[in-house]
């Protein structure tokens, strides 16, 4: 995660060299969003925003939850639900993960209806200062036009609200 981090943040920052940032993130993304919004303060930027949707907390070891994951996603592409047993790098990775607390504001988008859906998750633990948006839609409908549209409209207020940004001073 950190590598991979890394590699993002280099792109970034050939983009947009000094902050303030906004981060945004779905799924995995959400987990590499939340590591370069970490490896932006150890530089002493600002990140003004994080949103993290629908990821998975990293360092829990929610092997079935991840399974749950890939079966949504195995049966959205194959339109199968193939054997789930195996577990992608990428899930590995974030089990494996174990990031510092995040002294920032950020927001998590929970997908009701995904199959590893459990109220509350625990990203609280990682980001004391975190509000919660809850979204009736499944993981992979969550980023789907409709659904997407919808997020917008939900996140906008919570995005205008200017919490404190984080910065390393």
Known sequence: VEE???????????????????????????????????????????????????????????????????REMRRAFNGADQDARAMPDYLRAIRDYRPARYPGPAIYVEAMRAEHYAPGYSWQDLVPRLTTLRVDADHLELMSREKATDLARALRPLLNRNPVAASSA
């Open 4 to 70: 991979l981090s890394r590699e993002y943040l280099a792109g970034i920052r050939a983009q947009q060299p000094h902050g303030p940032y906004r981060l945004l993130g779905f799924s995995l993304g959400g987990v590499l969003a939340f590591e370069i919004a970490q490896q932006l303060l150890a530089a002493g930027e600002t990140v003004e925003q994080l949103v993290i949707l629908d990821s998975d907390v990293p360092g829990e070891d929610r092997t079935s939850a991840m399974k749950g994951v890939l």
